[in-house]
């Protein structure tokens, strides 16, 4: 089992910054993929950035640029550095995690609200 807890979300104007934050009940080298994706009202959940145990890094086409992942290992800690927000970035973001042994199994966090408005 891993256990995700999230921080981080809240009311920000457009052109400004957040950072969510993901912290894990495992050890960040069990997992084999950590991340964020979003989901807006009346929309799909979609990707926002992953980050793969080797360190490989996703972003969806429309947070590139803009949105940074990183991790503290030592902290079993993932981040998402969102800068230059817009309103289309109000969402749910939910953490995400996968681990692939001995089956692939995806575990989600409760979900943070970012809300973009003026």
């Known amino acids: 089992q891993v256990q995700l807890v999230e921080s981080g979300g809240g009311l920000v104007q457009p052109g400004g910054s957040l950072r969510l934050s993901c912290a894990t009940s495992r050890t960040i080298f069990s997992i084999n993929a950590m991340g964020w994706y979003r989901q807006a009202p009346g929309k799909q959940r979609e990707l926002v950035a992953e980050?793969?145990?080797?360190?490989?890094?996703n972003y969806g086409d429309s947070v590139k640029g803009r949105f940074t992942i990183s991790r503290d290992n030592a902290k079993n800690t993932v981040y998402l550095q969102m800068n230059s927000l817009k309103p289309e970035d109000t969402a749910v973001y939910y953490c995400?995690?996968?681990?692939?042994?001995?089956?692939?199994?995806?575990?989600w966090g409760q979900g943070t609200q970012v809300t973009v408005s003026s």
């Open positions: 995400h995690a996968r681990t692939v042994a001995p089956g692939v199994v995806d575990y």
């Open positions: 980050m793969s145990s080797g360190s490989i890094i």
